[in-house]
């Protein structure tokens, strides 16, 4: 059974920067993509960026040039760097993955940006 934990939300201002990190249980290079989704009350669920096994990666045209995702192999972690924040951006962010056809998802953390 995967588990994926993350962490690193909370509560910046317009322009700041958070760094969120997802901890997934056994090897993280296993998996066959690793990727954040956000969602707010009013809208669905929408991927932010992903990286696939092969370090392919991709972003959602609202956070491209402003969002980085990494890997760390060592770690066993995937991490979003998001910066120049906005308050559109504000939602709970959720770590997702998918392991020999199965799919796993976090229980999410709340990123707020104040304007």
């Known amino acids: 059974q995967v588990q994926l934990v993350e962490s690193g939300g909370g509560l910046v201002q317009t322009g700041g920067s958070l760094r969120l990190s997802c901890a997934a249980s056994g090897n993280i290079e296993s998996f066959s993509v690793v990727d954040w989704y956000r969602q707010t009350p009013d809208k669905q669920r929408e991927m932010v960026a992903f990286?696939?096994?092969?370090?392919?990666?991709n972003y959602a045209a609202s956070v491209k040039g402003r969002f980085t995702i990494s890997r760390d192999s060592a770690k066993n972690t995937v991490s979003l760097q998001m910066n120049n924040l906005k308050p559109e951006d504000s939602a709970v962010y959720y770590c997702?993955?998918?392991?020999?056809?199965?799919?796993?998802w976090g229980k999410g953390t709340l990123v707020t940006v104040s304007s």
């Open positions: 997702h993955s998918l392991k020999s056809g199965s799919d796993y």
């Open positions: 990286i696939t096994q092969g370090g392919s990666i």
